[in-house]
Antibody, heavy 117, light 106 residues
């Protein structure tokens, strides 16, 4: 079955960087687009971004565009979320998800990111 | 970006009730809309895709309808495990956008 395991979360200060990883198994990773979604404390879900199955294209939510970069390693079944210039409002649990029907269908358990001075 | 507006933002109901949540898009999104359920401390779960289709394993008491700008998620007979927050998500164009959520309290 599909298994997604995020890692790399932690506590950082504003302006710093962090790279999240999502290790995938149980499906043919190279055939599927992947998405990232976050959930900030006390707030709703926010769509972070998408990467095409071959890694050739990516799209981002307005609040992270220009600061976050999604990439993938299809040889090792990993998708990454590089987060630069982090802000207090980036504090959230970050989920990676396998896309089906254009939507995040199968989700990881999430990794917590805390941005605090 | 397309804005998704959900209503109500919270809802109190009883086991056995029929419940409807609505989602309105700021522009037409055809049928490219999904519904998600999230329980505290857990990852969201996809309930509906393409506005009205259910993935395997989703109970048939959940149904979705709508097209264009107006969508609904209906739970025909609430069960205790349906206590959760529900979100719509448009996947018509990038950036995808979620509604603000509807908290369903049993």
């Amino acid at each position: 079955q599909v298994r997604l395991v995020e890692s790399g979360g932690g506590a950082v200060q504003p302006g710093e960087s962090l790279r999240l990883s999502c290790a995938a198994s149980g499906f043919t990773f190279r055939n599927y687009p992947m998405q990232w979604v976050r959930h900030a404390p006390g707030r709703g879900l926010e769509w972070v971004g998408y990467i095409r199955s071959d890694g050739s294209n990516a799209y981002y939510g307005d609040s992270v565009k220009g600061r976050f970069t999604i990439s993938r390693d299809n040889s090792n079944n990993i998708v990454f979320l590089q987060m630069d210039s982090l802000r207090l409002e980036d504090t959230a649990i970050y989920f990676c998800a396998k896309e089906d029907w254009g939507l995040p269908r199968d989700w990881g358990q999430g990794t917590r990111v805390t941005v605090s001075s | 970006a397309i804005q998704m507006t959900q209503s109500p933002s919270s809802l109190s109901a009883s086991v056995g009730d029929r419940v409807t949540i609505t989602c309105r898009a700021s522009q037409g999104v055809r049928n490219t809309l999904g519904w998600f359920q999230q329980k505290p401390g857990t990852a969201p779960k996809l309930l509906v895709y393409e506005a009205s289709s259910l993935p395997s394993g989703v109970p048939s008491r959940f149904s979705g309808s709508g097209s264009g700008t107006d969508f609904t998620l209906t739970i025909s007979s609430l069960q205790p495990e349906d206590f959760a927050t529900y979100y719509c998500l448009q996947n018509y164009n990038y950036p995808y956008t979620f509604g603000q959520g509807t908290k369903l309290e049993i």
